[in-house]
């Protein structure tokens, strides 16, 4: 049983950093990638970031340049370090991984809250 755990969010204000983290149960190399997503109230889920089992990084540009995600193997972690931080980043962030097989599997966290507010 995969589980992904997330911490790290909280109040900060515009301008301001945090760090996410997610902690898988397992070896990362048994997921093909693994990334955040988010959601805001009244709004879909959307895609944030992702990084491939050989450490290729990708983020949506609304982020791009602000975020950055990156990976421990060592410790089955991934992280999430965004930096001026915006009102609209306000959101429940969750982590997700993806096992690519015979079928394709995809695992997420509980969630994290975010909220950027003075």
């Known amino acids: 049983q995969v589980q992904l755990v997330e911490s790290g969010g909280g109040l900060v204000q515009p301008g301001g950093s945090l760090r996410l983290s997610c902690a898988a149960s397992?070896?990362?190399?048994?997921?093909?990638?693994m990334g955040w997503y988010r959601q805001a109230p009244g709004k879909e889920r959307e895609w944030v970031a992702a990084i491939t089992r050989s450490g290729s990084t990708n983020h949506a540009d609304s982020v791009k340049g602000r975020f950055t995600i990156s990976r421990d193997n060592a410790k089955n972690t991934v992280y999430l370090q965004m930096n001026s931080l915006k009102p609209e980043d306000t959101a429940v962030y969750y982590c997700?991984?993806?096992?690519?097989?015979?079928?394709?599997?995809?695992?997420w966290g509980q969630g994290t809250q975010v909220t950027v507010s003075s």
């Open positions: 397992g070896s990362l190399f048994s997921f093909n990638a």
């Open positions: 997700h991984a993806k096992r690519v097989g015979p079928l394709i599997y995809d695992y």
